[in-house]
């Protein structure tokens, strides 16, 4: 059964899909706890996962430091993670489109009127939540330690 149709058969059996996604190179506890909140709102935790061209694009040359099948294989292993579902797009607009999800949610660092999709969620009736950020810490921020300590 594809992706899609994995969801479908979710969204038949009643169940609330959540849609979120990033580049999640580094897992961090940071990403841990923005999934476990992100889980919370739905039955269904999808995450849109940025592919290594789309990294590169937005992030520079030397990213991912993961490649998309390992960064992958790590976040399918997270207990909140349901399905994830990777994009080669610079932003998941086609893929939220694809999934009509119940509730889209990014970080607490973007603006709801900033995030891709939210006018698509909510012209059916689907929410657009953020999540605030409980730990100071980020995948660029580890690779920054890294090379200053050099561990």
Not at 1 to 6: F, H, P, V
Not at 16 to 22: A, D, M, Q, R, S
Not at 62 to 69: A, T
Not at 86 to 97: A, G, N, S, V
């Given at each position: ?6 969801i ?7 169940k ?7 580049c ?11 999934l ?18 789309s ?5 520079g ?10 960064r992958k ?12 579902i ?12 694809k ?8 970080g ?44």
């Open positions: 059964m594809d992706e899609l149709s994995k479908e058969s979710w969204r038949k059996e009643g609330k899909i959540v849609f979120t996604n990033g999640f190179d580094i897992i961090h506890a940071g990403h841990v706890d923005y476990e909140k992100a889980k919370k709102l739905g039955d269904i935790l999808v995450v849109g996962l940025n592919s290594d061209e990294v590169r694009r937005i992030k040359r030397d990213r991912p430091v993961n490649i998309q099948e390992h294989r790590v976040l399918e292993a997270l207990k909140p993670v349901d399905l994830v990777i994009f080669d797009e610079d932003t998941p607009e086609k893929l939220i489109k999934i009509k999800p119940d509730v889209l949610v990014k607490g660092d973007w603006k709801i009127e900033n995030i891709v999709g939210a006018d698509f969620v909510r012209s059916y009736g689907g929410q657009v939540v953020t999540i605030d950020f409980v730990y100071d810490i980020s995948t660029t921020k580890i690779i920054h330690k890294a090379k200053k300590t050099g561990r």
